[in-house]
């Protein structure tokens, strides 16, 4: 399990300090895909860096199974890291070396010998689907095959946890969808806990089961994806979630109401009945469905009748209906 304890993190120049982190609070759970999402320059990268160390916090904890790694002498930190793989977004292979040797670059550093060394990397290079391009040089590959050496070399001394940083930015949608399917299949059969960096909703949105919202060097937002992709509450969150959402916004009109149609009744024609009931019309803005943890859910933003009564027939409706809804400011 990682803890992360009141973490802040703040650079110092020489005329400024520039708060990168403040006051971050999270757990992530042995075994989970936990997302991490924000626009730029909110603090995930600086976030993600300090769970290893390679930055360190100005304060606060950094707990790995129950240990507090931020007391750690510099040779057990070195040692605890071999449990910890990164990827990230420029992949950071070595040039000069072929794609079996950037695998067993990890392992010569801890000492295995080059037998051993080779013999795992062929494991891990068929586990990526990438036998039969270990004599290549990563000039050669494309992006996604890179990514795939990247993430082989990050599991090379069989890591409990593994950190990406960005690690499908780089990609085009198709290579990005096989790459989160490896890492699914990664989390599944190894049991490798998987901390994921990203401002792209649709990794959340595929394979993570926890996910925390950044702003501003905060966690403003943490949950279940389910819940927080199906009614999300701080600004930040809804505009990273929804952004479809916000079109016509400021056309003039009628009130605006988001519903969100939860699992249990995504398939029931409660717009139809809301509408038959209240003897009223209303005009969708926007829709949409989605299917997270193998359940459906929707979300949908109206624009209420103009005349006053109307409007409030509706409210009286959802305000007696299974519906989660809020109004749109």
């Not at 040089?137 to 090379?156: D, M, N, T």
Request: glycine share 6%; charged share 25%.
């Amino acid at each position: 399990m990682i803890e992360l304890q009141s973490l802040s993190k703040t650079y110092r120049t020489a005329d400024r300090e520039i708060v990168a982190l403040e006051d971050i609070s999270l757990t992530v759970r042995d075994g989970e895909i936990f997302g991490i999402i924000g626009l730029s320059g909110a603090g995930k990268s600086t976030l993600v860096r300090c769970i290893n160390l390679l930055e360190r916090p100005t304060s606060g904890r950094v707990l790995i199974d129950g240990r507090e790694i931020t007391a750690l002498p510099r040779k057990q930190l070195l040692k605890l890291r071999q449990s910890i793989g990164m990827i990230f977004q420029g992949f950071n292979l070595l040039e000069q070396r072929t794609v079996l040797h950037n695998v067993t670059f990890p392992l010569e550093v801890s000492g295995l010998r080059r037998s051993e060394a080779k013999a795992r990397a062929t494991e891990l290079l068929e586990l990526v689907g990438l036998s039969d391009r270990a004599d290549s040089y990563p000039s050669q590959l494309s992006g996604g095959q890179k990514q795939r050496v990247a993430i082989a070399r990050a599991l090379a001394t069989n890591p409990k946890y593994l950190l990406c940083d960005e690690a499908t930015s780089a990609l085009d949608p198709n290579t990005t969808r096989s790459i989160l399917e490896l890492l699914a299949e990664i989390n599944k059969q190894m049991g490798v806990t998987i901390v994921i960096i990203t401002h792209e909703m649709k990794v959340i949105d595929r394979i993570c089961d926890r996910v925390a919202v950044l702003d501003q060097s905060r966690v403003v937002e943490e949950g279940a994806v389910s819940e927080v992709f199906t009614n999300p509450r701080s600004t930040i969150a809804k505009e990273l979630i929804l952004p479809d959402s916000r079109v016509g916004i400021s056309a003039p009109g009628g009130r605006r109401i988001r519903l969100t149609f939860h699992a249990g009744i995504s398939q029931e024609p409660l717009l139809s009945r809301m509408i038959l009931e209240c003897q009223c019309p209303v005009n969708i803005l926007f829709a949409e469905t989605k299917q997270l943890d193998t359940r459906t859910y929707g979300q949908m933003l109206i624009e209420l009748p103009t005349e006053p009564r109307d409007a409030e027939r509706i409210i009286a409706w959802l305000k007696n209906s299974p519906l989660d809804w809020q109004e749109e400011e």
